[in-house]
């Protein structure tokens, strides 16, 4: 019996769900034949005719024509679906063009602004035979769900691409989940770094993220391999509704910033708590920065007891919250020296016991863990260490 006729008669059928390798060319292919009825591609045509025609709304139509540029820098410029049409026909079967950058640098004032998904569409096209394109950055241009699904489409036919910066860019969960999967199934394994941070990602998605990015060694963060230190205060402290920001998720921001610290082995430091210097109700205020010693939580510089406590009188903002736990969690995992870790009187949240407890199960060296002082751990959180370590012998938990 076939599937559409066992819907009727069989009451335990269930649909068959599409897999993600069949949805996203079928997604591609439906939006560029929206793309190519529309009006943008009438226009686009006429002017990719014009043998006479050197620029069009900024597009260096002449130097494109003519294969001569390595970088096409359209920084916001924002190209709109037929900007990137005309850019797509250009670009398609360059030799010399190594990078696309259009990037914005705020937010676009309207809902018109930035690079768009029927724009994305046209570009992410022509990135399926281009075999020169190197580098795509989109960043902080709105493509949502949309165009995150209509880049990772392309992802799986493009053997070129090395760097792909999708940052700001307001992703959502689905949106991610694609992304992991496009980097999954390429078959190139050429790509170094997929900036995914800065989005709207939940923890499933940037863990999914995360572990592609491990496996086949990609950086998420918008790190380099090469960095000594880190500070993403200022971007944590943007998104965090605590202190103003706009409420991104910083525990799947950490979360790939952790991913990536593994991938790191000359960092010593990372900063992620703090506050940046600013003015507030009460004048200007020197910014302070709680930096996490990256080579002692590894184990490369070894040492066997470490403190990164606070005191009840320090302020909020200025204690180890959830990304500096997430971090902290993923590299203590591999440590096989460290044996004393005091993290009391910090902001630990539930979430962030969670990372710990399961740190904690693959730690078989660590023997005293402090937690006292967290009170957004909850019970959740608490349980969830105690469950990690329940057994072992001679363990010190302190909660």
Request: charged share 25%; glycine share 8%; net charge negative.
């Amino acid at each position: 019996m076939v599937e559409e006729e066992r819907q009727y008669y069989d009451p335990t059928f269930a649909p068959r769900k599409p897999k993600m390798s069949e949805v996203l060319p079928d997604l591609l292919s439906e939006v560029l034949r929206q793309l190519s009825n529309g009006e943008a591609a009438q226009l686009a045509t006429a002017v990719l005719g014009s043998a006479s025609l050197e620029e069009f709304s900024e597009v260096p139509i002449k130097e494109l024509r003519a294969d001569s540029l390595t970088e096409l820098k359209m920084i916001d410029k924002g190209p709109g679906p037929i900007e990137a049409i005309i850019i797509a026909g250009l670009i398609e079967g360059s030799k010399l063009l190594t990078s696309l950058d259009f990037s914005l640098q705020e937010w676009p004032a309207s809902r018109e602004g930035g690079i768009r998904s029927l724009g994305v569409a046209a570009i992410a096209n022509a990135l399926k035979a281009n075999t020169v394109v190197k580098r795509l950055v989109l960043r902080t241009n709105p493509i949502e769900v949309e165009g995150a699904l209509l880049i990772a489409a392309s992802l799986s036919s493009n053997k070129s691409l090395v760097e792909l910066d999708l940052s700001w860019c307001k992703i959502c969960p689905a949106g991610g989940q694609a992304i992991a999967y496009a980097l999954r199934s390429r078959e190139a394994a050429t790509m170094a770094a997929c900036t995914m941070i800065n989005n709207d990602l939940d923890v499933e998605s940037a863990k999914m993220l995360a572990q592609i990015g491990k496996e086949k060694r990609i950086m998420l963060s918008g790190m380099k391999r090469g960095q000594t230190e880190a500070n993403f205060v200022d971007q944590l402290w943007l998104t965090d509704p605590n202190f103003g920001g706009s409420g991104g998720d910083e525990t799947a921001d950490a979360i790939l910033i952790a991913s990536d610290v593994h991938l790191m082995p000359v960092m010593h430091t990372i900063t992620l708590d703090g506050y940046p210097s600013h003015s507030d109700g009460n004048g200007y205020r020197e910014g302070k920065t709680y930096p996490l010693p990256v080579k002692k939580l590894k184990g490369t510089d070894p040492v066997d007891t470490l403190d990164l406590s606070s005191s009840d009188l320090t302020p909020r903002e200025g204690k180890l919250g959830v990304a500096s736990t997430m971090v902290i969690a993923s590299l203590i995992e591999g440590n096989a020296v460290l044996t004393n870790l005091d993290l009391s009187g910090n902001n630990i949240d539930a979430e962030a016991g969670k990372a710990l407890a399961s740190a904690l199960k693959v730690n078989s060296v660590l023997k005293k863990l402090d937690l006292r002082g967290n009170k957004e751990l909850g019970d959740e959180g608490k349980q969830a260490v105690r469950d990690a370590v329940q057994g072992r012998k001679g363990f010190d938990l302190l909660v």
